[in-house]
C-alpha cells in the first residue's frame, strides 16, 4: 500500500479542514483519531475518495507514514499534547518529526523540543490561524522548533498557507518556542483589534443613535481605506444580520468568552517589562464582561453622565475613523515590541518583515494595514520601534486630532474606550521626553531606601536620601 506524506492526529474541525487542505494539494494524509468512529465518519464523509488514509491505532498510523514519519497533532493544548507524545514514541524512528499545531503555551514548546532532541525526535511548534476557513482553503502558518524539521515538511506547509502575491504566509520563525509565541502575539493583538472595533461600534451608536444598518455602511466604506481588514469586513456582516426583522446582534448576551492566549501574551509583557497596555485592556474588558449579574446591579446605582453633545455626525464618523486606526498602530507597535524583546530574552532571530507578512493571509488579523509594517521593518531591519518608522508617526500626526476628539466625546458621555485611551496615555507617555517617574523613585527612595539615579551624575551610579531631612 502507497504510504502518507504526513499524518495528522485530532479529527475536530480544524482538523479536518486541515487534511482536506493537504490532500487537495496534492499530498496523501494519514489520520487517527481517540474515538476511531470518527475516523471511519471522516474517511466515509468529507474525505471520501480524497488522498486520505484512515488508522484504528499509533501503531497502524505511524506504519502508514513515508520516512522520516512526520506527524501533525491538532488536540487540545496542555497534557493532552503531552499524552500523545508518550504513545507516539514508541512507534517512531531517529529523525522522524512530530509537529504541535494547536494553541501550546511557548515555553511547553521549548521543553518539548528539547526533551524530543534528547530522544532523536525533531519537534515543531507550529502556529495556524484562520479559523476553520482558514484551515481548509489557506491559513496563516508560522513554524518553530528544530529547524532541521523545518526542511522536512516546508513543502507541504508553505503549499496549504494563504498566498499574498507569489508569496506563501508561511515562512520558518526560529528555534524553539518561537512559532507558538509569535503565534500568542498574533492572538493578543487580535484580541486588541476586536476591542477596539467593539469601541467604535459602542461610540457611533450611543453618541450618534445609528442604527445597525447604518452602522453596516460605514464599516463597509472604512473596509475600502486604510482600515481594509478581515475583522471590519465581517463586523459589517454581523451588523447587516437580522432575526424577525431585527438585529441579531441585539439577542448576542454581553458577555465575551477567551481562551487563554490574550491572557498569556499579557502574562508574559509583564514578565518581560514590556509595556503591553492595549491587549491587557482588551482581556480585562472580557473579564469586566463577564460580571453581567453585577453590572446590572451597578447600572441601577450609578446613572450615565447627563451631557448635552452636539457632534457633526460626518465628521465625527471620521474621527472615530481616526481613533481606531491610531489605536490600531499603538496595538501593533506593542505586539511586536515584545516580540523584539523576547527574541533578545530567548535567542531567536526573528524576522519582523515576514511575520507581517505571514499575517497578511489567511489569518484573524489579516489586513492591508500588515503590508506598511513589513515595508517598515524591510527599509530597516533594526527598526526600534513601529512609531518612529515615517509612515507609522505620519499616520499617528493625520489621525491624533479625530482620536483626541473621539476619547473626549466618548468620556464626556461615558461609555467605556479602554483599549483607545490606554492606546493615547502609551502613545503620550511614548512621546515625552520627561514622564513623572522622578516622583516616583523618590518615593520608593523615601519609604523603602530603594535608592534613585540622578540627572547630574553618570548614569549607572544610585543614591539614597534623607528626605526628611531635607524638609525646609
Given at each position: ?16 479542514n486541515l487534511v482536506l487542505n493537504m490532500a487537495d494539494n496534492g499530498f496523501k494524509v494519514a ?442
Amino acid at each position: 500500500m502507497e504510504k502518507a506524506d504526513i499524518g495528522l492526529i485530532g479529527l475536530a474541525v480544524m482538523g479536518q479542514n486541515l487534511v482536506l487542505n493537504m490532500a487537495d494539494n496534492g499530498f496523501k494524509v494519514a489520520v487517527f483519531n481517540r474515538s476511531v468512529e470518527k475516523v471511519d465518519e471522516f474517511i466515509n464523509g468529507e474525505a471520501k475518495n480524497k488522498s486520505v488514509i484512515g488508522s484504528k491505532s499509533i501503531e497502524e498510523f505511524c506504519n502508514a507514514l513515508t520516512s522520516p514519519r512526520k506527524v501533525m497533532l491538532m488536540v487540545k493544548a496542555g497534557e493532552v499534547v503531552d499524552r500523545f507524545i508518550e504513545m507516539l514514541l514508541p512507534h517512531l524512528d531517529e529523525g522522524d518529526v512530530i509537529i504541535d499545531g494547536g494553541n501550546s503555551l511557548y515555553s511547553d514548546t521549548q521543553r518539548r523540543t528539547s526533551e524530543c532532541d534528547a530522544k532523536g525526535i525533531l519537534y515543531l511548534g507550529v502556529g495556524v490561524s484562520g479559523g476553520e476557513e482558514g484551515a481548509r482553503f489557506g491559513p496563516s502558518v508560522m513554524p518553530g522548533g528544530n529547524k532541521n524539521a523545518w526542511n522536512s515538511v516546508k513543502d507541504i506547509y508553505q503549499a496549504i498557507a494563504a498566498k499574498v502575491g507569489d508569496d506563501a504566509c508561511c515562512q520558518w520563525v526560529g528555534e524553539g518556542g518561537a512559532g507558538h509565541y509569535v503565534k500568542m502575539v498574533h492572538n493578543g493583538i487580535e484580541y486588541g483589534d476586536m476591542q477596539l472595533i467593539c469601541e467604535a461600534f459602542h461610540i457611533m451608536r450611543e453618541v450618534l443613535g445609528m442604527t445597525p444598518k447604518e452602522l453596516a455602511t460605514v464599516f463597509d466604506e472604512w473596509n475600502k481605506g486604510i482600515l481594509d481588514s478581515y475583522l471590519i469586513e465581517i463586523t459589517a456582516d454581523i451588523l447587516k444580520a437580522e432575526e424577525n426583522g431585527e438585529w441579531l446582534g441585539d439577542k448576542v448576551l454581553d458577555t465575551a468568552g477567551q481562551k487563554g492566549t490574550g491572557k498569556w501574551t499579557g502574562m508574559n509583557a509583564l514578565e518581560l517589562g514590556v509595556p503591553l497596555t492595549l491587549i491587557g485592556e482588551a482581556v480585562f474588558a472580557r473579564y469586566l464582561s463577564s460580571l453581567k449579574e453585577t453590572r446590572i446591579a451597578a447600572s441601577k446605582i450609578f446613572a450615565a453622565p447627563k451631557t448635552e453633545l452636539e457632534v457633526d455626525k460626518a465628521s465625527f464618523i471620521n474621527a472615530v475613523r481616526d481613533a481606531l486606526y491610531a489605536s490600531k498602530i499603538i496595538s501593533y507597535a506593542q505586539g511586536f515590541m515584545l516580540m523584539k524583546e523576547a527574541a533578545k530574552q530567548f535567542g531567536w532571530n526573528l524576522a519582523y518583515g515576514d511575520i507581517a507578512l505571514m499575517w497578511r493571509g489567511g489569518c484573524i488579523i489579516r489586513s492591508q494595514f500588515l503590508g506598511n509594517i513589513k515595508e517598515a521593518y524591510d527599509n530597516n531591519p533594526g527598526l526600534d520601534n513601529l512609531l518612529l518608522d515615517s509612515y507609522f508617526n505620519n499616520a499617528i500626526a493625520n489621525a491624533e486630532s479625530g482620536w483626541r476628539k473621539t476619547l473626549a466625546v466618548a468620556i464626556q458621555a461615558g461609555i467605556p474606550v479602554p483599549a483607545m485611551s490606554s492606546a493615547l496615555a502609551f502613545y503620550d507617555g511614548f512621546r515625552s521626553e520627561t514622564v513623572p517617574a522622578n516622583l516616583l523613585q523618590a518615593q520608593r527612595d523615601y519609604f523603602g531606601a530603594h535608592t534613585y539615579e540622578r540627572t547630574d551624575k553618570p548614569r549607572g551610579e544610585f543614591f539614597h536620601t534623607d528626605w526628611k531631612g531635607l524638609i525646609k
